[in-house]
């Protein structure tokens, strides 16, 4: 069974500095029918002007992923960390007993477009951490990379949590073939152009919730397309 949650369907937020799309409920933005799927809590899609951002402020028990389309976002936290996440990055913070951190727009000239996403602990309490790696997606048209894990295999981020991130981008005519396992679920998120999921078809901001699949068909369209997929326990 899928189910697509439309980009046009998505909750929105403008500040002005900051053009906000929400997958599921976030801040002021509160749907019961759109609370989150699986282990999967905020999908938001954010563009910041440039030289604006989000202020220091605290999270806890919860595990952040930062996925960049364009531009460059400058993080700071309590840990003592400061990194710029570009893209092809992924970056995660686990804020476990608490953190606090800064997200800016590092550019004084150019808007940053990303995604900020919050998957829901395995344990809570743990001690906060982060990570950063960089991977050649773009550079690997038409397969599945995998780029988060709960034991952070083949080079994936550490994700304490029982989901496994894959990012892709698909051209004309290449397709992927995911097989989905008794017990899981799935989401698609698609973040650029256009990609068939099952022989339906997504457009950017489009998401499709996956359940009682076994595999997943990701094809390519006239448009090149780029997509996260969520393999995740029930």
């Known amino acids: 069974m899928i189910t697509i949650r439309p980009t046009q369907e998505r909750g929105a937020a403008n500040f002005g500095w900051l053009d906000s799309r929400h997958t599921f409920s976030f801040g002021e933005y509160q749907d019961p029918k759109h609370m989150g799927f699986g282990t999967l809590r905020v999908i938001n899609e954010d563009k910041v002007a440039p030289g604006k951002g989000f202020a220091t402020h605290g999270h806890q028990n919860m595990e952040i992923v930062t996925y960049v389309l364009e531009g460059a976002l400058e993080h700071k936290d309590s840990l003592g960390t400061g990194s710029v996440i570009r893209p092809g990055d992924v970056q995660r913070m686990s804020a476990g007993t608490g953190i606090r951190h800064s997200e800016y727009n590092a550019s004084d000239s150019d808007v940053v477009h990303l995604l900020q996403i919050w998957i829901l602990p395995g344990q809570d309490g743990i001690e906060p951490s982060y990570e950063q790696k960089s991977f050649e997606i773009a550079e690997q048209p038409g397969s599945l990379k995998l780029v988060g894990s709960q034991q952070g295999r083949d080079g994936s ?53 996956i359940a009682q699949e076994s595999l997943i068909t990701l ?14 326990a029930v």
Do not use: C, S
Request: net charge negative.
């Open 157 to 209: 981020i550490t994700i304490h949590q029982d989901v496994d991130l894959y990012a892709a981008v698909l051209q004309k005519d290449e397709d992927i073939r995911h097989t989905l396992n008794p017990g899981r679920v799935a989401w698609v998120q698609v973040v650029r152009g256009a990609v068939q999921v099952n022989d339906q078809t997504l457009t950017a901001g489009d998401g499709a919730a």
């Open 219 to 232: 094809q390519g369209t006239e448009q090149d397309g780029e997509l996260l997929l969520f393999d995740m």
